[in-house]
């Protein structure tokens, strides 16, 4: 995962991590520019910032734009009663991801903190109640 700034795209995900070798993924957040543009000016703007960034990769040989209006999170009061926690009521089934009870907004680094929670509550129910770690 890279971050990047003042430029279109914002974050870059090397999805080689979940098994799918030269398959990059890339987002832009909120409100901007390209709303205004056509699906093939957008994917050649980021095309051309990444070669800006990262001129040793190679060309790409397909791409797939996806929008998606509805990605940012709700800002509404009292929006933190409705996300669950990681530990439902089904045993074995746990829950992680940007929408869970993390005190952050719905967002990436609400995602990855729900992931550590769940993981460290999933190995603390296996060890049992009266390990301390």
């Known amino acids: 995962m890279v971050g990047l700034e003042s430029g279109l795209a914002q974050w870059i995900f090397d999805r080689?991590?979940?098994g799918q070798p030269g398959l990059m993924a890339v987002v832009i957040s909120g409100r901007g520019e390209h709303q205004r543009?056509?699906?093939a000016a957008l994917v050649d703007a980021v095309?051309?910032?990444l070669k800006t960034h990262f001129p040793h990769w190679p060309a790409p040989m397909d791409?797939?734009?996806?929008r998606d209006k509805r990605a940012t999170f709700c800002a509404k009061v009292g929006v933190?009663?409705?996300r669950p926690h990681n530990r439902t009521p089904i045993a074995g089934l746990w829950l992680a991801g940007d929408y869970t009870a993390t005190d952050l907004?719905?967002?990436l680094e609400g995602a990855v903190q729900?992931?550590?929670q769940c993981a460290k509550q999933?190995?603390?129910s296996l060890r049992g109640p009266n390990v301390v770690n």
């Open 80 to 82: 933190d009663t409705w």
């Open 47 to 49: 095309i051309t910032e």
């Open 105 to 107: 907004p719905a967002t």
């Open 122 to 124: 999933v190995m603390q």
């Open 63 to 66: 791409s797939r734009l996806i």
């Open 114 to 116: 729900s992931g550590n």
């Open 37 to 39: 543009l056509t699906a």
């Open 16 to 18: 080689r991590c979940c």
